[in-house]
């Protein structure tokens, strides 16, 4: 049977499934380790005999666990850490061991059908995931960690995550109505694809959600959709396919917030403030009203924090594979996506008691009054604020995404040579795109309560003789509590191009494969703000056009347009990786593999001494924006009769320049980790169960701040896993999922920790009748408390952190009818 990569549709029938071109028994089920692997190698394996540690989650799997994000269904994935603990969006995910030292996913491609969804996933303010949503389009998800995702996907040395869509080849299709039962959400998702004639087929699906959400805002925070669509055209030897999506959604996305903790830094307890649970309460809130600032052409505007972080994106691809003769497989993908949006979230600089924060603005003896709320005017007692005296500085992250259109082509030649005892398959390629990074930082500054339930409100603060310091809460229309810097605005065009080639040689039971790759490019554009060296960029403003100036209008931060500078430089880097593997027996193999590979850090070095105030050119070279990653793996795997067992050891060496946005800070680092990661299932009858586990010891080996080395990487845990057992009938299906880490430190300086945690989500589904099901799903069912992040290194003298804690418990119910 000829494999073909636009073969991958249909239903997904286990937790470990690919493209329906793998083997099959005579009742049409799935052989046990004839699963076909198509992402991030040269050509279609199935598992056992492949040199890369893949895993996969197919169609059912992902209706099962219903997770609320891609990032939480990423979770699923071994060897993957992933802090969805954001919403929908703004998930930062790294794999073993590999640190966390930016947002998103540094490391790791995102991809939807084979290309990324961005270039780069860490961009700042427009992380990858904020553009992806998997819903009932999605046939699978892939994931190769290590391995050759270095050589066949740039700016991936650490992994590939690929959401693969249905294509409809196989008649089908559902439709599913979900109503949160404790929470406010509505939502309506469907998917349908048949043959149009024989050789010609389609499918088509998306999804439509509002409501409020998990955290209580006040306000309908979720509200938007998605549709995708694909048609596929067969021909002899060979396919077509168009495809497109179209996605505009918005979300609250949950930055840290205040939290008590007590005890010591090694023994913390995590407490909810009286009044604010950081599960399901958020600093966002309906009184917040608008944000107001000036806009990138410096004019006053105004901007809805209800609009959170709200993406929009129209994509448009067409991929296709021909057999040109004598063995030659020609495939081609491209995929054009007009990205844009924004983020707008409260970041909380500093919580203190109310009188401390007042007084932090206007002196001693300062006056608190509301600014908005039903009190608004009033006179506030510091004491009983909020109900529970503190207040919060707020820093408003406001930024503007204008541009993230990106273009990708990737472009492949293969043939298998029959070398009589043995084959040689060769594949080769170019890989070009042009990422669009067009942003404006809008941020400014406010006083707040720390309320729940969607009950926050600004206040105002006068001075002891009277003066009114804010303006409608607003403190300054800049960063001011972080020192004004960041009021920025960049619009830069990255160029990426990358031929890359691979041989593998199969002799008998062993495979040997060998792979490189040339990232080459360059960055053009121009970037100005009101720090590092663009001049001061604060002046008085009448923003309210009122005709005075205020107190906070005297700070407001202008963007110095005319001094904008030149973004104009090159640089490139080498990949590659060396494998093998060996079939002990049909049922068991092993493999090594060593691997180097690089990443381009992009926007995240623009305001970095790394690039030239000047003229916009490299001065220390391709160092100061390229991160390395070297990685060496061994395992083994072994499927038979229903089990399942992989075990992979690693090592990763990562060196990277990094830039820390709050407080602006440079610095060099090297990471060393090791560790084992292990994944297994088991299958009879009815029942089933999933499971990984991977253990990492990491360790900082050069830093600019001396006094972390040989710490362990901020928020890097010993132990990270997950498992799924469920039951599966006719009548219904009952299970459970468990999903957990160990603890971690909060910083590099290895203080102040983040406590270990377990989040257990179950699920249910009857079927009353043919084609219609009946179903509940919890997450987190015992409503626990598992904090992924922490501002402070260290318990400060007040016990107040700022933290961001996973969701509290929800419960959602769905009634859905196939066809």
Same mark, same amino acid.
């Given at each position: 049977?000829?494999?073909?990569?636009?073969?991958?549709?249909?239903?997904?029938?286990?937790?470990?499934?690919?493209?329906?071109?793998?083997?099959?028994?005579?009742?049409?089920?799935?052989?046990?380790?004839?699963?076909?692997?198509?992402?991030?190698?040269?050509?279609?394996?199935?598992?056992?005999?492949?040199?890369?540690?893949?895993?996969?989650?197919?169609?059912?799997?992902?209706?099962?666990?219903? !997770?609320?994000?891609?990032?939480?269904?990423?979770?699923?994935?071994?060897?993957?850490?992933?802090?969805?603990?954001?919403?929908?969006?703004?998930?930062?995910?790294?794999?073993?061991?590999?640190?966390?030292?930016?947002?998103?996913?540094?490391?790791?491609?995102?991809?939807?059908?084979?290309?990324?969804?961005?270039?780069?996933?860490?961009?700042?303010?427009?992380?990858?995931?904020?553009?992806?949503?998997?819903?009932?389009?999605?046939?699978?998800?892939?994931?190769?960690?290590?391995?050759?995702?270095?050589?066949?996907?740039?700016?991936?040395?650490?992994?590939?995550?690929?959401?693969?869509?249905?294509?409809?080849?196989?008649?089908?299709?559902?439709?599913? %109505?979900?109503?949160?039962?404790?929470?406010?959400?509505?939502?309506?998702?469907?998917?349908?694809?048949?043959?149009?004639?024989?050789?010609?087929?389609?499918?088509?699906?998306?999804?439509?959600?509002?409501?409020?959400?998990?955290?209580?805002?006040?306000?309908?925070?979720?509200?938007?959709?998605?549709?995708?669509?694909?048609?596929?055209?067969?021909?002899?030897?060979?396919?077509?396919?168009?495809?497109?999506?179209?996605?505009?959604?918005?979300?609250?996305?949950?930055?840290?917030?205040?939290?008590?903790?007590?005890?010591?830094?090694?023994?913390?307890?995590?407490?909810?403030?009286?009044? &604010?649970?950081?599960?399901?309460?958020?600093?966002?809130?309906?009184?917040?009203?608008?944000?107001?600032?000036?806009?990138?052409?410096?004019?006053?505007?105004?901007?809805?924090?209800?609009?959170?972080?709200?993406?929009?994106?129209?994509?448009?691809?067409?991929?296709?594979?021909?057999?040109?003769?004598?063995?030659?497989?020609?495939?081609?993908?491209?995929?054009?996506?007009?990205?844009?949006?924004?983020?707008?979230?409260?970041?909380?600089?500093?919580?203190?008691?109310?009188?401390?924060?007042?007084?932090?603005?206007?002196?001693?003896?300062?006056?608190?009054? &509301? !600014?908005?709320?039903?009190?608004? %005017?009033?006179?506030?007692?510091?004491?009983?604020?909020?109900?529970?005296?503190?207040?919060?500085?707020?820093?408003?992250?406001?930024?503007?995404?204008?541009?993230?259109?990106?273009?990708?082509?990737?472009?492949?030649?293969?043939?298998?040579?029959?070398?009589?005892?043995?084959?040689?398959?060769?594949?080769?390629?170019?890989?070009?795109?042009?990422?669009?990074?067009?942003?404006?930082?809008?941020?400014?500054?406010?006083?707040?309560?720390?309320?729940?339930? +969607?009950?926050?409100?600004?206040?105002?603060?006068?001075?002891?003789? =009277?003066?009114?310091?804010?303006?409608?809460?607003?403190?300054?229309?800049?960063?001011? &509590?972080?020192?004004?810097?960041?009021?920025?605005?960049?619009?830069?065009?990255?160029?990426?191009? !990358?031929?890359?080639?691979?041989?593998?040689?199969?002799?008998?039971?062993?495979?040997?494969?060998?792979?490189?790759?040339?990232?080459?490019?360059?960055?053009?554009?121009?970037?100005?703000?009101?720090?590092? @060296?663009? +001049?001061?960029?604060?002046?008085?403003?009448?923003?309210?056009?009122?005709?005075?100036?205020?107190?906070?209008?005297?700070?407001?931060?202008?963007?110095?347009?005319? /001094?904008?500078?030149?973004? /104009?430089?090159?640089?490139?880097?080498?990949?590659?990786?060396?494998?093998?593997?060996?079939?002990?027996?049909?049922?068991?193999?092993?493999?090594?593999?060593?691997?180097? =590979? +690089?990443?381009?850090? #992009?926007?995240?070095?623009?305001?970095?001494?790394?690039?030239?105030?000047?003229?916009?050119?490299?001065?220390? =070279?391709?160092?100061?924006?390229?991160?390395?990653? /070297?990685?060496?793996?061994?395992?083994?795997?072994?499927?038979?009769?229903?089990?399942?067992?992989?075990?992979? @050891?690693?090592?990763?060496?990562?060196?990277?320049?990094?830039?820390?946005?709050?407080?602006?800070?440079?610095?060099?680092?090297?990471?060393?980790?090791?560790?084992?990661?292990?994944?297994?299932?088991?299958?009879?009858?009815?029942?089933?169960?999933?499971?990984?586990?991977?253990?990492?010891? #990491?360790?900082?080996?050069?830093?600019?701040?001396?006094?972390?080395?040989? /710490?362990?990487?901020?928020?890097?845990?010993?132990?990270?896993?997950?498992?799924?057992?469920?039951?599966?009938?006719?009548?219904?299906?009952?299970?459970?999922?468990?999903?957990?880490?160990?603890?971690?430190?909060?910083?590099?300086?290895?203080?102040?920790?983040?406590?270990?945690?377990?989040?257990?989500?179950?699920?249910?589904?009857?079927?009353?009748?043919?084609?219609?099901?009946?179903?509940?799903?919890?997450?987190?069912?015992?409503?626990?408390?598992?904090?992924?992040?922490?501002?402070?290194?260290?318990?400060?003298?007040?016990?107040?952190?700022?933290?961001?804690?996973?969701?509290?418990?929800?419960?959602?119910?769905?009634?859905?009818?196939?066809?």
């Amino acid at each position: 049977m000829k494999l073909r990569y636009a073969l991958c549709a249909g239903a997904a029938v286990s937790a470990l499934i690919t493209t329906p071109a793998f083997a099959q028994d005579s009742a049409g089920e799935t052989v046990e380790g004839e699963e076909i692997i198509v992402t991030a190698v040269a050509r279609g394996q199935n598992r056992i005999e492949s040199s890369v540690s893949v895993s996969a989650i197919g169609a059912d799997e992902i209706t099962k666990l219903n !997770a609320p994000s891609s990032a939480d269904l990423i979770r699923q994935i071994p060897g993957i850490r992933s802090e969805a603990s954001g919403g929908e969006g703004n998930a930062n995910i790294a794999v073993r061991g590999i640190p966390v030292s930016t947002g998103g996913a540094r490391y790791i491609q995102l991809q939807e059908d084979g290309l990324p969804i961005l270039e780069f996933g860490d961009i700042i303010f427009g992380n990858a995931d904020n553009f992806l949503r998997a819903d009932r389009s999605v046939a699978r998800v892939e994931a190769v960690r290590g391995g050759s995702a270095s050589t066949f996907a740039s700016n991936a040395p650490g992994a590939v995550i690929n959401f693969i869509s249905k294509t409809g080849k196989q008649e089908g299709g559902a439709i599913q %109505g979900s109503v949160g039962l404790d929470f406010e959400t509505y939502r309506l998702d469907f998917d349908y694809g048949a043959p149009l004639a024989e050789d010609l087929y389609f499918h088509v699906g998306g999804f439509y959600r509002t409501g409020e959400g998990p955290r209580d805002i006040g306000y309908n925070g979720y509200d938007g959709g998605q549709i995708k669509a694909n048609i596929t055209k067969e021909f002899d030897g060979g396919y077509i396919r168009f495809s497109a999506k179209y996605l505009d959604d918005t979300t609250p996305t949950i930055l840290p917030q205040p939290v008590r903790v007590t005890g010591s830094n090694g023994s913390p307890s995590y407490q909810a403030i009286p009044g &604010f649970d950081p599960r399901t309460d958020s600093l966002y809130s309906p009184f917040l009203g608008q944000a107001v600032t000036l806009d990138g052409s410096n004019n006053p505007a105004t901007f809805d924090f209800r609009d959170g972080l709200s993406v929009q994106s129209f994509a448009f691809g067409i991929e296709s594979e021909i057999d040109v003769g004598g063995g030659w497989t020609l495939t081609n993908r491209f995929r054009f996506a007009d990205n844009s949006g924004g983020f707008l979230s409260p970041f909380p600089a500093g919580a203190d008691s109310a009188q401390a924060v007042a007084n932090s603005v206007g002196g001693a003896g300062s006056t608190i009054l &509301f !600014a908005t709320g039903p009190n608004a %005017g009033q006179v506030a007692n510091p004491a009983t604020i909020g109900g529970n005296g503190l207040l919060t500085n707020v820093v408003v992250f406001n930024t503007r995404l204008n541009s993230l259109d990106n273009v990708t082509n990737d472009f492949r030649v293969n043939k298998e040579f029959d070398l009589g005892g043995g084959s040689l398959n060769f594949t080769s390629g170019f890989y070009l795109s042009r990422q669009t990074i067009d942003t404006d930082w809008l941020w400014t500054s406010h006083v707040q309560t720390v309320q729940g339930d +969607g009950q926050a409100v600004l206040v105002d603060i006068r001075n002891a003789g =009277g003066q009114l310091l804010t303006q409608n809460g607003a403190v300054a229309f800049s960063a001011s &509590f972080f020192g004004n810097c960041c009021r920025r605005s960049y619009d830069v065009d990255y160029s990426t191009y !990358a031929p890359f080639a691979s041989l593998s040689f199969e002799v008998g039971r062993l495979t040997l494969d060998a792979s490189i790759r040339y990232d080459f490019g360059d960055a053009s554009g121009t970037i100005t703000g009101s720090d590092t @060296g663009f +001049g001061t960029g604060i002046a008085s403003f009448d923003i309210n056009g009122d005709g005075t100036i205020s107190t906070a209008e005297t700070q407001t931060a202008v963007l110095p347009l005319g /001094n904008a500078r030149p973004v /104009n430089y090159s640089f490139d880097y080498f990949s590659y990786s060396l494998g093998a593997n060996y079939l002990v027996t049909d049922d068991l193999g092993v493999f090594a593999r060593y691997s180097r =590979g +690089g990443r381009h850090t #992009a926007d995240r070095s623009l305001f970095s001494p790394a690039v030239s105030t000047t003229d916009g050119s490299l001065p220390g =070279g391709d160092a100061g924006v390229i991160a390395t990653v /070297n990685q060496l793996e061994v395992g083994a795997k072994y499927q038979s009769g229903g089990i399942g067992f992989y075990a992979t @050891g690693f090592f990763a060496k990562t060196e990277e320049t990094n830039v820390e946005l709050a407080p602006l800070e440079l610095f060099d680092s090297t990471f060393e980790a090791f560790g084992i990661e292990l994944e297994g299932s088991y299958r009879t009858g009815p029942f089933s169960l999933t499971a990984g586990v991977t253990w990492t010891d #990491a360790e900082i080996q050069d830093a600019l701040d001396a006094s972390t080395i040989g /710490n362990t990487p901020r928020r890097q845990a010993d132990f990270v896993y997950q498992a799924t057992a469920q039951y599966e009938s006719d009548l219904f299906t009952l299970g459970a999922n468990v999903v957990g880490t160990t603890d971690s430190f909060t910083q590099d300086s290895n203080q102040l920790t983040l406590p270990a945690y377990t989040q257990v989500n179950a699920f249910v589904a009857f079927r009353p009748i043919d084609r219609i099901e009946v179903g509940l799903n919890a997450q987190n069912l015992f409503n626990t408390e598992g904090f992924t992040e922490a501002e402070e290194g260290s318990i400060p003298a007040n016990g107040l952190v700022r933290a961001r804690s996973i969701a509290g418990r929800t419960v959602l119910a769905t009634v859905r009818f196939d066809f």
